[in-house]
């Protein structure tokens, strides 16, 4: 069919709206590079990259308690971290000692998130952003990060018609205690009210960090969080299961 417009401005405006609408298509190609970057990350494990942990079965859900928030105790941790549904706003902290496993926790979570999100083509976005050695002048500006994806990504500046309006971001960020740490609470205030921190977003911190920064009444920071996970250490019982589960994948593989 062929459509006729009286004017040209008409056209500019239709294909404009057009082009608009193309923005979750641009950012679920920025959601693939990332997945595949994070999945590349070595781990300790035989030089298992973190793709391998997951995909080959290697991978065991921490215990955790809930600190705070209404979310129940007896959902498995994929379930109350997931925000999937447009009508999930949550704000989660992961938080634990150095080592327990937060960051793998929030890759494989993001990974979850993304393969959702690109099978099923959703404009609710999920983006891994890590703030180790990003500097204490980052703004944590979406339109700014979108930027910078283009960039690191698809090595192409941002797309002319890009509309933030036209996706619904989630962020899943890593290392928030190596970021803020040397921050004051006035830079904690002031990230408090960022855009990216008004997201829904899931990030991890280390325990000592949130017991003494973020667990305070004078942190504009922690109002933000709806609810505050901590990851506890395995039993012996647990562990064994666990080595037990790797040496049978791995002779299987072998």
């Known amino acids: 069919f062929i459509t006729y417009y009286d004017e040209s401005s008409e056209l500019m405006e239709k294909l404009n709206h057009r082009l608009k609408r193309l923005s979750a298509f641009i950012c679920h190609k920025i959601v693939e590079q990332q997945a595949n970057e994070v999945k590349s990350i070595k781990t300790t494990t035989f030089a298992l990259s973190l793709g391998d942990v997951i995909r080959k079965g290697y991978y065991i859900e921490p215990n955790y308690k809930i600190l705070s928030g209404d979310m129940s105790q007896d959902q498995s941790l994929s379930d109350v971290c997931d925000l999937y549904s447009d009508d ?24 979850d998130h993304a393969d959702y999100c690109l099978k099923q ?13 990003l500097g204490g002048q ?52 002031h990230i408090a009210k960022s855009e990216i921190f008004s997201s829904p977003f899931i990030a991890t911190s280390r325990k000592r960090f949130a017991e003494e920064k973020l667990d305070s009444d004078s942190s504009t920071f922690a109002s933000r969080i709806r609810i505050l996970i901590e990851l506890e250490e395995w039993e012996i019982t647990r562990s064994w299961d666990y080595i037990e589960k790797f040496c049978k994948l791995h002779n299987n593989e072998g």
Not at 121 to 133: A, C, D, E, T, V
Not at 173 to 187: K, L, N, T
């Open 121 to 133: 083509k959703r404009n609710r976005i999920p983006f891994y952003l890590s703030l180790r050695g």
């Open 88 to 111: 999930v706003d949550n704000r989660i902290m992961i938080r634990g000692d150095p080592g327990i496993g937060k960051s793998t926790l929030l890759i494989k979570l993001f990974l």
């Open 138 to 189: 980052y703004q944590f500006n979406i339109n700014q990060y979108i930027t910078n994806c283009f960039r690191d990504y698809l090595k192409k500046q941002i797309y002319p018609c890009f509309c933030e309006d036209e996706i619904y971001p989630v962020f899943y960020i890593d290392g928030f205690d190596e970021f803020v740490e040397p921050a004051s609470q006035v830079d904690l205030s």
